[in-house]
């Protein structure tokens, strides 16, 4: 395998270095195997805006991976598509559906927002990919598609559900995530891991023989996570060895705390902003 060069930009975060915007949200500039990628696109307000304080071009994004169909990562799209005249598309057909959070009986409602979909409906057809089973972008990155749910103390994070009386969880199957390997070991981007963080990486392990997992970069979504699963997500991790944690976005300040008293310097908590080099 030969050692190629990538870099990773936090575009937009709830957390910025001075000068930049922040935004619940989550948008991440990926530069790999010769492809700029852009993973999910926050709420929309603050990605041009960063993009361009950066220095990215959003008008050289070759593909645009979205990690889930939620407000918050998709918001940019129509921003992103009016720069880019030629963007591919990844994502899994649930981004679109209706879906809400409901909090103390009051439903809010969390999809995709409508001039986000209707940027998405006026696509070509051959440019927008819908993605349920693991897909390879290149000879070096992948998504998953559909995460599969094996353990039995992660769940999607919150009060999910499909309709505003809540009758109907919502399981969120559109969860995806993206890999890069580089050198037989694996950087892992992830948007909120709705599908379990601990799921997500022993999946995406599985579809890479096993390979280490180096660096995961992302929304951890444990922010709501009990002692429980807090406990059993860091002792997994510890077994999977990495080397960088970059929690971002949706984590939570207490299981970011818990991740550093347990993995120390190698711990990067996430802002827009942040620059990495592998």
Same mark, same amino acid.
């Not at 991440?28 to 999910?40: S, T």
């Not at 991976?65 to 918001?75: E, I, P």
């Not at 799209?77 to 103390?104: M, N, T």
């Given at each position: 395998?030969?050692?190629?060069?990538?870099?990773?930009?936090?575009?937009?975060?709830?957390?910025?270095?001075?000068?930049?915007?922040?935004?619940?949200?989550?948008?991440?500039?990926?530069?790999?195997?010769?492809?700029?990628?852009?993973?999910?696109?926050?709420?929309?307000?603050?990605?041009?805006?960063?993009?361009?304080?950066?220095?990215?071009?959003?008008?050289?994004?070759?593909?645009?991976?979205?990690?889930?169909?939620?407000?918050?990562?998709?918001?940019?799209?129509?921003?992103?598509?009016?720069?880019?005249?030629?963007?591919?598309?990844?994502?899994?057909?649930?981004?679109?559906?209706?879906?809400?959070?409901?909090?103390?009986?009051?439903?809010?409602?969390?999809?995709?927002?409508?001039?986000?979909?209707?940027?998405? /409906?006026?696509?070509?057809?051959?440019?927008?990919? !819908? #993605? $349920? @089973?693991?897909?390879? +972008?290149?000879?070096?990155? %992948?998504?998953?598609?559909?995460?599969?749910?094996?353990?039995?103390?992660?769940?999607?994070?919150?009060?999910?559900?499909?309709?505003?009386?809540?009758?109907?969880? /919502?399981?969120?199957?559109?969860?995806?995530?993206? !890999? #890069? $390997? @580089?050198?037989?070991? +694996?950087?892992?981007?992830? %948007?909120?891991?709705?599908?379990?963080?601990?799921?997500?990486?022993?999946?995406?392990?599985?579809?890479?023989?096993?390979?280490?997992?180096?660096?995961?970069?992302?929304?951890?979504?444990?922010?709501?996570?009990?002692?429980?699963?807090?406990?059993?997500?860091?002792?997994?991790?510890?077994?999977?060895?990495?080397?960088?944690?970059?929690?971002?976005?949706?984590?939570?300040?207490?299981?970011?705390?818990?991740?550093?008293?347990?993995?120390?310097?190698?711990?990067?908590?996430?802002?827009?902003?942040?620059?990495?080099?592998?």
């Amino acid at each position: 395998m030969k050692s190629r060069k990538i870099t990773i930009t936090i575009l937009v975060d709830n957390q910025t270095h001075e000068g930049l915007h922040a935004e619940h949200g989550l948008a991440m500039w990926i530069e790999a195997d010769g492809r700029r990628i852009l993973f999910d696109t926050g709420q929309g307000a603050a990605l041009a805006s960063n993009a361009q304080a950066l220095g990215v071009d959003l008008k050289d994004t070759d593909m645009l991976v979205l990690s889930h169909g939620h407000y918050d990562h998709t918001g940019g799209i129509p921003e992103l598509l009016r720069q880019s005249g030629k963007v591919d598309v990844y994502c899994h057909s649930g981004v679109v559906q209706p879906r809400y959070a409901i909090r103390e009986g009051r439903p809010k409602p969390i999809q995709m927002p409508t001039k986000a979909m209707a940027a998405l /409906d006026r696509l070509p057809s051959q440019r927008l990919h !819908w #993605i $349920r @089973q693991p897909t390879w +972008l290149t000879e070096d990155i %992948g998504i998953t598609g559909f995460i599969p749910r094996g353990s039995n103390y992660e769940d999607t994070g919150g009060p999910f559900y499909l309709d505003p009386e809540g009758r109907y969880a /919502d399981p969120i199957n559109d969860d995806l995530a993206l !890999w #890069i $390997r @580089q050198d037989d070991e +694996l950087v892992v981007c992830v %948007g909120c891991s709705h599908a379990g963080l601990v799921n997500t990486l022993n999946y995406i392990r599985d579809l890479n023989h096993g390979q280490r997992i180096r660096t995961v970069i992302g929304g951890f979504h444990l922010l709501d996570a009990g002692s429980e699963r807090l406990e059993r997500t860091i002792s997994a991790l510890t077994e999977l060895e990495p080397e960088t944690v970059i929690p971002c976005h949706c984590t939570g300040d207490n299981a970011v705390a818990m991740l550093r008293q347990t993995f120390g310097k190698a711990v990067l908590p996430g802002a827009a902003g942040m620059i990495f080099q592998f």
